[in-house]
């Protein structure tokens, strides 16, 4: 329920903005940012977020990567094809800083996206590619760690 989460978020906002807990506070507005997006205020989500940035830059790198990531996000789905993708290669570049995997699903999305508004087909097929790579490698390596049954045989 889309008020309720909202004013979920501003409570969990306004205590941690006045308990002094940084990172709580970024993780309350990046809340609040994903419901405002869901519902098209496209414009007060990007500042929360961008407050998030700051947050996380000064606080927690990985709050911070998210945070570009998120942000990238809320552009795709406002049609800003250019900051869409300056966000994803913010965050895909905070991500190899912090010794990540850089294709992350999400950030493949933005990047296909933004290339395709772009008339960049090479380089949304490129990222396409790597999406279709972190899926499968996820899907391999949950199947390699099961005990062998696989549709009710022992292998």
């Known amino acids: 329920n889309m008020p309720e989460d909202e004013a979920?978020?501003?409570?969990?906002?306004?205590?941690?903005e006045a308990?002094?807990?940084?990172?709580?506070?970024?993780?309350?507005?990046?809340g609040l940012a994903h419901c405002?997006?869901?519902q098209g205020q496209y414009a007060q989500a990007i500042g929360e977020?961008?407050?998030?940035v700051a947050i996380g830059e000064k606080y927690s790198p990985s709050l911070h990567e998210q945070?570009?990531?998120e942000l990238s996000r809320v552009f795709r789905l406002q049609g800003n094809a250019d900051s869409s993708l300056?966000?994803?290669?913010?965050?895909?570049?905070?991500?190899?800083?912090?010794?990540?995997?850089?294709?992350?699903?999400?950030l493949c999305?933005?990047?296909?996206?933004a290339f395709l508004q772009l008339d960049q087909v090479d380089s949304a097929f490129?990222?396409?590619?790597?999406?279709?790579?972190?899926?499968?490698?996820?899907?391999?390596s949950k199947c390699t760690t099961c005990s062998g049954n696989i549709i009710g045989r022992k292998a």
């Open 67 to 69: 945070a570009w990531g």
């Open 86 to 106: 300056y966000a994803a290669r913010k965050s895909m570049e905070l991500r190899r800083q912090q010794g990540k995997p850089p294709y992350q699903q999400v």
């Open 36 to 38: 405002h997006s869901d």
């Open 126 to 140: 490129f990222y396409s590619r790597k999406s279709f790579k972190s899926v499968m490698s996820i899907t391999v």
């Open 49 to 52: 977020m961008k407050r998030v």
């Open 8 to 16: 979920y978020y501003q409570r969990a906002y306004d205590a941690a």
């Open 19 to 30: 308990g002094g807990m940084p990172v709580f506070e970024a993780r309350a507005l990046s």
């Open 109 to 113: 999305r933005s990047f296909i996206w």
